[in-house]
Nanobody, 127 residues
Framework: QLQLVESGGGVVQAGGSLRLTCTVSGLTFSQTTVGWFRQAPGKEREFVAATTWRSGRGVYFADSVRGRFTISRDDAKNAVYLQMNDLQPTDTAVYFC???????????????????WGQGTQVAISS
């Protein structure tokens, strides 16, 4: 069955950290570019981060999270992780794991290159 399942969301205070996990099934994970989008209340979904499956393991981040968030993957576990540090109230959103059709991490910023979305996990940051 083709699916992405997120976990790890929750409520933390500003300045805190969370680690999101996405488990992937039904895909050749080791040959799939994966990443994260988010959607804040009343706003459109926006790209957060992506990592490609190529040997260079290219990564790409949105300007708003670069330097605070890291993305990693474990091909043996079919999992991708988003480590979020120094969280701010503006990071409050539903976070979606995604799998893409592109080999380029930066191209994952275009929703047209996303072939599969997870159901999302809520992240809330209190000030």
């Amino acid at each position: 069955q083709l699916q992405l399942v997120e976990s790890g969301g929750g409520v933390v205070q500003a300045g805190g950290s969370l680690r999101l996990t996405c488990t992937v099934s039904g895909l050749t994970f080791s040959q799939t570019t994966v990443g994260w989008f988010r959607q804040a209340p009343g706003k459109e979904r926006e790209f957060v981060a992506a990592t490609t499956w190529r040997s260079g393991r290219g990564v790409y981040f949105a300007d708003s999270v670069r330097g605070r968030f890291t993305i990693s993957r474990d091909d043996a576990k079919n999992a991708v992780y988003l480590q979020m540090n120094d969280l701010q109230p503006t990071d409050t959103a539903v976070y979606f794991c995604v799998a893409g059709t592109t080999r380029a991490a930066h191209a994952m910023t275009d929703p047209d290159n996303i072939k599969l979305w997870g159901q999302g996990t809520q992240v809330a940051i209190s000030s």
